[in-house]
């Protein structure tokens, strides 16, 4: 296994006997940057078509009445984006509200997606017998995919044959909960579901994070006679930092960007109200067939995005 | 509050590792139960789900659910191959570019490295919604509407597996590389036969991550896959609770059948999956 294969010609480094030159890309430099566009070439090739290309080519769908009936298209500026700044335009309305999905799932997720996986990680930090295998148990949901926790907590918050709304009725609750068809109670649904399927990703991360923290402190604070709590507040929070600023930010663009849940759970009902910006955007463009419309409500919600991401980092690098 | 009670290890100690182990098993039972529920459901008859929703033991024990599904006419063993070709694609593509890619800006000196790196960073957090309009018309213009091409390549464009390496590349001793130069090795050489190996972990964890991802993806193949028999098992799914709305058995089998091979699957590797995920919010 460890025997080299012959080489081919060329890949020898070897200097080849060649006229000097003086300027500065001679011969040498010029060869090493045909190698490094050989090796990125592959790369380059996918990272043109699908990120840089439809990067450009979007902007342009959202500056034109682009429609897959028409043969050409026309240039007609910033009409779509002023469509959406108006009220009573024909996308107004619903993108606005779907928007205000989004705003409302983000803001009611993200505290639960971040606070009760880092108290999992809190547990399973300890000495504890068995700690890989629950580990893995909370992991487990993670990997199964959007549409198999979809069907599965549809069956289970179903209002009338459902085992979440059997089991409260057997301690003495209401036992006609519409889980997923009404709110408040289906953003109750959408926001725990995404709780039991992601618990174990952000846990991991974070239990990775508390495992750097570097053990010393720990000791120091309890000389100074720290108790549990101080030392999480003093040692641990500080310490999960850098690590808590991925996790936030990941989970921040999560949850903008969920579509999976709502699409299984609530089909976005009750009347659009757990419709998000990405499955109108989807809808939009991609069934209902207005490309132009929706390539601008795509930048739009990106821009939200970038500026809650900016928000976010800002926040918690300048905490004292 | 600030008075010291003198500390007895065994009594409260004790107490604390039984609530600490309470609380670990009441989170792994609000995980496991509900999976449990679903194989239950998944072994009962239609009538025995409607009368008795929430007994137990199925009553009579039934394979009918199963029975129809491997009947073909939503053929989800047909999307459990597609997800795991379009998954092992396009983890293939993003190993091979995104190694190659990374060897160049980790190593080597070029005319327009530093544009291209700021190209790959500036992409990095652009959100999936931005691509989604014309990635569906290149695809669509390159045939690839209804194919697995559509569910693998593009996905494999992104950004992050070429940063992810070429920040673990950067990151290697390069006294081996100089030496192998030394003996007349070239780039092809050192990147296949020095670097590679030394990556694995970086490989592997860049791995677990894309076939995970692909795996999950929803949005996407529900919009470019359209045939039932094309169809990955995330579109498939959810095509199945449309059909069989009523049928919770059927819709829960199916469940079960795309559940299981990714536990056995994850449960071989998940030391190794748990670590990978765990290891990208450290570096990153």
């Known amino acids: 296994m460890t025997s080299l294969a012959p080489l081919p010609p060329t890949a020898v480094a070897t200097p080849i006997p060649a006229p000097r030159r003086a300027s500065a890309g001679g011969s040498g430099t010029r060869r090493r940057t045909w190698t490094a566009y050989a090796f990125l070439a592959p790369f380059l090739v996918l990272f043109a078509t699908f990120v840089v290309g439809p990067a450009v080519f979007g902007v342009w769908i959202s500056v034109t009445d682009w429609s897959p009936y028409k043969t050409e298209q026309s240039f007609i500026g910033l009409q779509n984006y002023i469509d959406l700044v108006t009220p009573g335009s024909v996308f107004f309305g619903d993108f606005w509200q779907s928007l205000g999905a989004t705003g409302i799932f ?50 289970m918050l179903d209002t009338q044959s459902g085992m979440i709304n059997h089991l409260l009725g057997l301690i ?23 709780v039991w399927w992601t618990l174990g990703f952000n846990a991991v991360i974070l239990l990775a994070g508390l495992k750097g923290i570097n053990t010393d402190l720990y000791e120091a604070a309890a000389l100074d006679g720290a108790g549990a709590i101080r030392k999480f507040w003093n040692v641990t929070l500080p310490g999960l930092r850098p690590v808590m600023l991925f996790v936030s930010t990941t989970t921040i663009l999560a949850s903008a960007n969920m579509f ?37 409500m795509s930048y739009v919600l990106f821009a939200f995005l970038a500026i809650i991401s900016v928000i976010n980092f800002r926040l918690q690098r300048d905490k004292p | 509050m600030t008075t010291l009670t003198p500390r007895r290890v065994s009594g409260p100690a004790r107490l604390r590792r039984g609530a600490l182990y309470a609380a670990l098993i009441v989170v792994a039972l609000t995980i496991i139960l509900p999976l449990v529920w679903i194989v239950i459901t998944s072994f009962k008859t239609d009538t025995d ?19 129809t599904l491997a009947s073909g006419q939503q053929p989800i063993f047909r999307w459990l191959l597609n997800s795991l070709v379009a998954a092992t694609l396009q983890t293939v593509i993003v190993l091979v570019t995104a190694s190659m890619g990374a060897y160049a800006l980790a190593r080597l000196e070029f005319k327009g490295k530093k544009f291209i790196f700021g190209l790959i960073i500036g992409t990095l957090l652009v959100p999936p919604v931005i691509f989604l309009i014309p990635n569906y018309l290149i695809v669509q213009n390159l045939g690839w509407l209804d194919t697995l091409w559509a569910v693998s390549v593009p996905g494999a464009a992104g950004a992050f597996g070429i940063f992810f390496l070429r920040q673990f590349f950067v990151g290697l001793p390069t006294e081996i590389e100089e030496a192998a130069r030394i003996d007349g090795a070239g780039d092809i050489r050192i990147f296949l036969q020095i670097v590679l190996p030394l990556a694995k972990p970086a490989l592997s964890t860049l791995a677990i991550l894309t076939f995970l991802g692909n795996w999950n993806d929803f949005l996407w193949p529900i919009y470019v896959l359209l045939s039932p028999e094309n169809l990955t098992l995330q579109p498939g799914l959810s095509q199945l609770q449309g059909a069989y709305s009523t049928h919770f058995s059927i819709v829960m089998a199916g469940a079960v059948i795309a559940s299981v091979p990714v536990l056995v699957l994850f449960s071989l590797a998940q030391k190794q999956i748990v670590e990978s995920v765990a290891s990208s919010g450290v570096k990153g």
Not at chain 1, 172 to 194: C, E, F, H, K, R
């Open chain 1, 106 to 155: 983000t803001v009611a997720s993200v505290p639960f997606l971040l606070v009760i996986p880092l108290g999992v990680a809190l547990l399973l930090n300890q000495k504890i017998a068995g700690g890989t295998v629950f580990r893995a148990i909370f992991f487990a949901p993670f990997v199964l995919g959007v549409a198999v926790i979809g069907v599965i907590w549809k069956y």
């Open chain 1, 260 to 296: 999976g849940q709502s699409y299984l759970l609530t089909k976005g009902g009750p009347a659009n109200q757990t419709r998000t910006a990405i499955m109108y955007i989807s809808d939009q463009g991609l069934s209902q067939n207005n490309m132009a419309a929706a390539a601008a």
């Open chain 2, 49 to 67: 789900v409607i009368s008795n929703p929430y007994s137990i033991l199925p009553n009579p024990f039934s394979v009918d659910a199963y029975g």
């Open chain 1, 172 to 194: 003495g609750l209401p036992s006609d909960i519409p889980w997923t068809v009404d709110v408040p109670w289906a953003w109750v649904s959408l926001v725990g579901v995404t």
